[in-house]
């Protein structure tokens, strides 16, 4: 098989986590026969500089004719610093996923056993949290109405039913084959956007009997997350609180270092890690790279149905982090300093326990 994956670094880390994903997919491409042709696009601040944009066409057509994406991150300080600059990194991000109607994005939350200490979170509220995350992607108050001047300025968070009927019925799918259990987060006390919403998901409901239903605010919500994240199974949200609330679940993985995300549509997969670019670190070979090789798993599960080669990496992490290795932001007080690891030197690791997992007669 001969698939095409577009690359995206983006900016910050991203090239560095990107190259340790990249490796992984060359490596499993040879080792399941496959034929992966990787080319590489500008995103974000990366892009503004070269072509002044920050998603040029180029960029999108490769998006458009590759079978899968992998991206880094986007973001730079200098916009942080400037907040009337009109060109900004993020827009590059928001417009691929836009172009491309990728209005799924999936997140899913677990912690590796290995992981527990280095959360903030005491063991026994997480042991044993596995939630899977619909964020809403291409809608809501990213891409609704804007305006601003000097003296006021307003964003609109609006949703037609379409819009949230597609991505709820992926969800409820999704809970039917796991656990049976689907949060829908709104702010319906407050918010018109959030009655639709709660109206479209009781609607659905209907149709997947089986399902239990549980319409949570978002505010009770960011505090059940980490009281008791084990009451999660499937949770569906629109696109702004799907933000916020998976940075905060990205605790329950121990790191948002740690954290992949698919967002998809009806064609193309583009696979990520959750966290930014993170301009503090960048350039450093310390940023962790686990969140992007777990992203690859994600593309090769969904996008080329290599169900077990995604296995196969997901168990080459845990044999890793297993033997104690760590990146910076998950290591503990038990870590031994030899273990921790700069991110090319965990990505060779991965590789390493890719070469020992993967069983040979897996080849096609
Ligand atoms: C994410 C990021 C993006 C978002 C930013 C970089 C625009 O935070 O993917 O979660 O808000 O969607
Ligand atoms: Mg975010």
Redesign the pocket.
Known sequence: MNYKIAILPGDGIGKEVTDCGVNVLKFVADRFGYDFQFEYGLIGHAAIEKTGVPLPEETLNLCQNADAILLG???HPMYDKNPSLNVR??QG??KV?KELGLYT?IRPIKIFDELIAASSLKPEVLRGADILFFRE?TGGI?FGDRNSNSKAAFDTMSYSKEEVQRIVTKAFKAAKNRRGRLHSIDKANVLDSSRLWRSVVQELAVEFPEVEVIHMYVDNAAMQLIRDPKQFDVVVTG??FG?IL??EASQIAGSLGMLP?ASVGDRVGLY?P?H?SAPDIAGKNIANPLATILSTALMLDNSFEMKEASQCVIRAVEAILKKGFRTLDTADESTEPDKILGTNEIGMKVLKALEAKTPVSNLN
Request: aromatic share 4%; hydrophobic share 35%; charged share 25%.
């Open positions: 991150a986007v973001g990194p993020e991000l928001l996923r994005n992607l990213y696109n702004m933000d998976t940075d995300s990520e959750v930014g």
